[in-house]
């Protein structure tokens, strides 16, 4: 499903009014947050797939990083996960579903967390995922609505792995250049996130199946402002253009192009240039507001992260892209 029809579904709902709801569905962030006292909340989040790579073991850490990074991104630590399977029984043997949950198990251990049950249902493919719950003190969330005029916009990691897990089911990319996506995929959001906090940031999303400019459109919207992303800052892993080039181009960068195209200003981006920055994404990274006085700091605590734009009065589209 496509952020355009996501919007679709949810327009009709009422808009929350729980006392204790602090954030709800309405900013597009990775998760709601429900304020228990003053100084705890709890944050919540879903998010299940099918396989994106062979290895059930890589599968289950993949889709166990994916799920918890809407925690980190909220500025929050994970507590509880619940499992969500859908499982062709009969057609594969369940030695392959106990080994996605124990690549999930493996994840989840690493972020601190535990696994406390879930619930498996038939299904012709196979889909797996977390319900992640997590807590967060109430003055230190990261919420899409803190961004403002001067903050710097940092990604960090790589984008391309929706077209290089494309080019690797059609056998067209060699290992060397798929493991530091698949390394990128599974690795936790802990870092960045423990990061923003210690730096004051209070703004960040993580980039996930809407594409980095489909998650970008959410923080200028929320936050009323325009992000200037600068497309040859963007991060790309190795071989992603070249693979995108030879025509490796996932159904949903059409579905994210559309939903994107009232809000993008694209300057003089070529068409390759606007689909690597609408690929969608798995487990990606955090994208953050960082104040410019912080910025230093932020790079300096967090591997491979880079500034790729700046947040600015609002102008007329919520993105423009710049050379």
Wanted: net charge negative.
């Amino acid at each position: 499903m496509g952020p355009g029809d996501l919007h679709k579904a949810l327009a009709p709902l009422a808009r929350p009014t729980a006392p204790g709801l602090l954030i709800g569905h309405e900013t597009f962030d990775d998760a709601g947050i429900f304020l228990l006292a003053d100084d705890i909340a709890l944050v919540q989040t879903v998010d299940f797939f099918a396989p994106i790579v062979d290895d059930p073991f890589v599968f289950g850490q993949i889709a166990a990083a994916n799920a918890l990074s809407d925690v980190y991104a909220m500025g929050g630590t994970p507590l509880t996960a619940l499992c969500i399977a859908g499982f062709p029984l009969g057609k594969l043997p369940i030695e392959i579903l106990s080994e996605i949950l124990r690549g999930a198990q493996d994840k989840v251990h690493e972020a601190g967390a535990s696994i406390v049950g879930g619930h498996t249902v038939l299904d012709d493919e196979v889909k797996f995922g977390l319900a992640v719950t997590g807590r967060v003190h109430p003055g230190a969330i990261l919420a899409n609505t803190n961004a403002a005029p001067g903050m710097q916009i940092v990604l960090t990691k790589p984008i391309g792995t929706g077209i290089m897990t494309t080019a690797a089911k059609r056998n067209a990319v060699d290992s060397s250049q798929l493991q530091p996506v698949i390394d990128a995929m599974r690795s936790l959001n802990d870092v960045a996130a423990r990061a923003a906090l210690l730096t004051g940031v209070r703004c960040a999303t993580d980039v996930t199946g809407f594409g980095l400019l489909g998650h970008a459109v959410h923080i200028a919207r929320a936050s009323n402002v325009t992000l200037r992303i600068s497309r040859s800052r963007v991060p790309l892993f190795r071989g992603t253009r070249e693979a995108l080039e030879a025509g490796m181009q996932p159904a949903g960068v059409e579905r994210n192009a559309r939903y994107l195209q009232p809000d993008v200003d694209w300057g003089d981006a070529t068409e390759h240039d606007r689909n690597l920055l609408v690929d969608p994404q798995t487990s990606g990274g955090l994208l953050v507001a960082v104040p410019s006085d912080r910025l230093d700091d932020y790079l300096s605590r967090v591997p491979g992260a880079t500034l790729i734009g700046e947040a600015v009065a609002r102008e007329s589209s919520a993105i423009v892209v710049v050379a």
